[in-house]
């Protein structure tokens, strides 16, 4: 099936018509959960030769990212088309349509209707991520989408969707490029194979300075207002009802309704391995801690720790502050690279290469494993698209995302009710 160019040009600009009436429907179908059938679609199968309809729901900074990793690939000779974008802020629409000369959609829930769409990414604030996740494997697209998978007070919408897209054959890549580095897995075979004893301890740190995901989020036009041109019900979700608010719009990452600072946004990128390498899945009980120890323009904290308790008897830990850069970026990205250690040896993560080095007084012999393939933005998108045809698990599948989801979402829970938070495996609760 090929998207007919003519058509899509007609379509290029929605009429301001359309955008409210498209605005109405989203914000409607907010109130009555995803409100799409919960019987999938049937999504096209890609033949060999067939090309990739790509779309994009969501036109700020990342969507766009993305688009242009699209792009390359299909510079390279990916046979990838962008064929539609959607946007509930008609200006960020317009600009992003025009560009890629894409059909445009002011709902998500049209664009899914489209038939000719395989692949969707999401590059939305977090809260809204699981409903268009949800919506998009009932609608048949396979799915690229941005971490985190949800916002942190959603654990009853990450598990249903857990379960939603486990059980459809939708394709499903969560967006943190890091896990494209085959470090992990080669380290996970290391682990498997007893090359460092029974890990017992794993840590991850992220230290910068400013608070420039937040506060410093360009304001594209400070005299916004709801209406034909943005969508606030549908940008509200079901984050609580409030009067619209130029900040909250544009700034979301300031707020906890839609972001849990650097904690939602950094981690899910560098937890996400180590839950990779250790073959753990729920945590037994989470702390968190930590504040808005140096900005105090915002909600959220600049600085949390995570503390992570597995029945495997493994500890896991997540540090790190906005206030404050040392040691700066770790030999090699993510910035916030892990550290596993077991009963025998450690291993760390340098440059090009992993590192293993004994622990006083065993056998064990210190050495260096040069890491096949480092990690790669751009191959992380490339490795959704190769999915979609050969029908395989991405390198960042659906239960990772939930098994690193939870302990996040623990974390924030604890630090903000100065509780420990558990883990119930039979109810598969979160217990404060
Ligand atoms: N992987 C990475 O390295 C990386 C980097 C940056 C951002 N991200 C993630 O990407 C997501 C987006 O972040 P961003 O910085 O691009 O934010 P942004 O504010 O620049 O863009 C979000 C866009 O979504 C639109 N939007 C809001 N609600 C919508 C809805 N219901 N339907 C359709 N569009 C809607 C907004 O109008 C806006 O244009 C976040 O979840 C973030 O964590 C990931």
Redesign the pocket.
């Known amino acids: 099936m090929t998207a007919d160019r003519s058509e899509s040009s007609r379509s290029n600009r929605t009429t301001r018509r359309a955008f409210m009436r498209n605005a109405g429907t989203?914000a409607a179908a907010w109130t009555v959960g995803t409100g799409l059938a919960a019987r999938p679609a049937q999504g096209r199968v890609l033949g060999a030769n067939d090309r990739i309809n790509f779309a994009m729901?969501?036109?700020?900074?990342?969507?766009n990212?993305l688009l242009s990793m699209v792009k390359i690939l299909k510079d390279q000779g990916v046979n990838v088309e962008i064929v539609a974008v959607?946007?509930?802020?008609r200006p960020?629409l317009e600009k992003t349509a025009e560009r890629y000369k894409a059909k445009a959609y002011s709902s998500?829930k049209e664009l899914l209707a489209d038939s000719s769409i395989d692949v969707v990414g999401i590059?939305?604030?977090?809260h809204?991520?699981g409903y268009?996740i949800i919506d998009a494997i009932r609608a048949g697209k396979d799915i690229y989408c941005?971490?985190?998978v949800t916002h942190w007070r959603q654990f009853e919408l990450t598990k249903r969707l857990f379960r939603e897209v486990s059980k459809s054959d939708r394709v499903f890549q969560l967006?943190?490029?890091y896990m494209s580095d085959s470090a992990w897995s080669q380290a996970r075979r290391m682990i498997q194979e007893g090359q460092i004893g029974q890990p017992v301890h794993a840590e991850v740190s992220f230290f910068r300075v400013g608070d420039w995901g937040e506060r410093g989020?360009p304001i594209d036009d400070p005299d916004a207002q709801p209406g034909p041109d943005l969508?606030w019900q549908?940008?509200l979700?079901d984050s609580p009802k409030r009067e619209f608010d130029v900040s909250r719009?544009?700034r979301?990452r300031m707020y906890w309704d839609y972001a849990g600072g650097p904690a939602t946004?950094l981690y899910p990128?560098c937890l996400s391995q180590v839950i990779h390498m250790l073959g753990v899945k729920m945590p037994s009980l989470v702390v968190g801690t930590g504040g808005k120890l140096r900005y105090e323009e915002r909600e959220v904290p600049d600085t949390c720790n995570i503390l992570a308790e597995y029945p495997e008897k493994m500890s896991v830990s997540m540090v790190g502050t906005q206030a404050n850069d040392y040691p700066g970026a770790r030999p090699r990205p993510p910035a916030c690279s892990p550290i596993i250690r077991g009963w025998e040896a450690t291993l760390t993560f340098e440059n090009e290469e992993i590192v293993l080095t004994p622990v006083q007084g065993t056998k064990k012999e210190g050495k260096r494993v040069k890491i096949e393939r480092p990690f790669d933005h751009v191959r992380h998108m490339k490795n959704l698209l190769d999915c979609c045809r050969t029908r395989e698990k991405p390198e960042y599948p659906v239960d990772l995302a939930y098994y690193t989801q939870t302990p996040i979402q623990m974390g924030i829970l604890s630090l903000r009710e100065g509780k420990v938070a558990k883990f119930d495996p039979t109810a598969e609760k979160i217990v404060l």
């Open positions: 989203a729901i969501g036109c700020g900074g990342e969507g990212a959607c946007d509930i802020y960020r998500h590059a939305t604030p977090d809204i991520h268009q941005e971490k985190p967006g943190s490029q989020m969508d549908a940008f979700g719009f544009f979301w946004d990128h």
